[in-house]
Every structure is written in C-alpha cells, then in structure tokens.
C-alpha cells in the first residue's frame, strides 16, 4: 500500500507561478514512475506530466510544455511539479498518481494509486 500526499495548491494570478509537491509513503518513491494529473471544472481528468522512477525521462501533455517541470527527489520520496505562466484553463485539481511499470503506462493512465488531489486556481 501506498499513500500519496499532495499540497501545494492555491490561488494565483494569470501568469504567476505555482509548485505543487506530492511525498509518498508506504514504499520506497524509486519503485515507481510518479506523475501528475488534472480534473478541471466540467472535465475528465487528464494526463499532466510525469517522470520515469529515477528521473532519467519525463514526459509532459502538450498544453503545459516549456511552461510545466517535473521533477522528484527519491531521498524524499516527493515529486514536484513546478507550474509557471499559469493560465486559468489550467484550473483544476492536481492529482498525484505513481505507476509501478513504467512512465509509460503511467501515461496511458494505469495508475496504481493516487493521491487525494490539491486545488489550483488561476485567476484572469
């Protein structure tokens, strides 16, 4: 069993800046890719980005590339997803999500467990 703990959530200004951070427990963070969904108002939740279990490869949904960056420390067993340039569309509930195969599939959305989502508001 695995628990993930997110925050980092809030609000923030079009344009501003955000860091989310997502810590597990229950097994060491290097036995998983981990990564990072959405659920916006109205929507399915969707893929964001994620990163394979050591770092070596990331990967990122269309819509946040060169503005997104993910990154994690196995030490902490917390990943991070730095959020710059924010816009409102990218108003959601982030949710932390780990995979034990591989980033791919992490990806397509087999996600072992997940977290329990923190809120991120852009406002215009």
């Known amino acids: 069993q695995v628990q993930l703990v997110e925050s980092g959530g809030g609000l923030v200004q079009s344009g501003g800046s955000l860091r989310v951070s997502c810590v597990a427990s229950?097994?060491?963070?290097?036995?998983?890719?981990m990564g990072w969904f959405r659920q916006g108002p109205g929507k399915e939740r969707e893929f964001v980005a994620a990163?394979?279990?050591?770092?070596?490869?990331?990967s990122y949904t269309d819509s946040v590339k060169g503005r997104f960056t993910i990154s994690r420390d196995n030490a902490k067993n917390t990943v991070y997803l730095q959020m710059n340039s924010l816009k409102p569309e990218d108003t959601a509930i982030y949710y932390c999500a780990v995979n034990s195969v591989s980033i791919g599939q992490l990806r397509g959305g087999l996600v072992d467990y997940w977290g329990q989502g923190t809120q991120v508001t852009v406002s215009s």
């Open positions: 229950g097994r060491p963070s290097s036995t998983y890719a």
């Open positions: 990163s394979s279990k050591f770092g070596a490869t990331t």
